[in-house]
């Protein structure tokens, strides 16, 4: 799982110089799912589970659960968190001097 987190985070998860405001406002309902099934995608791919097994996301959840201390979207969501506490903190810098 360690190689799957490697290959799947770079290019997807924006690096911290990138991020804007309007970045954080993206975080939609549409977004999530996306990279809820892209994150799904990429542990079917890596337990090599066929679409002919007819396997739920609940029993591919199940069967790497055990792998992956946490999901794309939960880091996602932390980074761009972070990002903004980052941005709020330097604000409150420059308005307290």
Known sequence: ML???CATLHPVTPSVETVDVEMIKEL???Y???VK??????YRRVLRISWKEH???EEVGLLQAADVTERLLDQLIK???RYAGYVIGGARDIFSS
């Open 37 to 42: 099934s892209f994150d799904m995608w990429c």
């Open 79 to 81: 980074k761009k968190l």
């Open 55 to 57: 396997k739920t996301n």
């Open 32 to 34: 999530c799912d996306k």
């Open 28 to 30: 939609t309902v549409v």
């Open 3 to 5: 190689v799957m987190r």
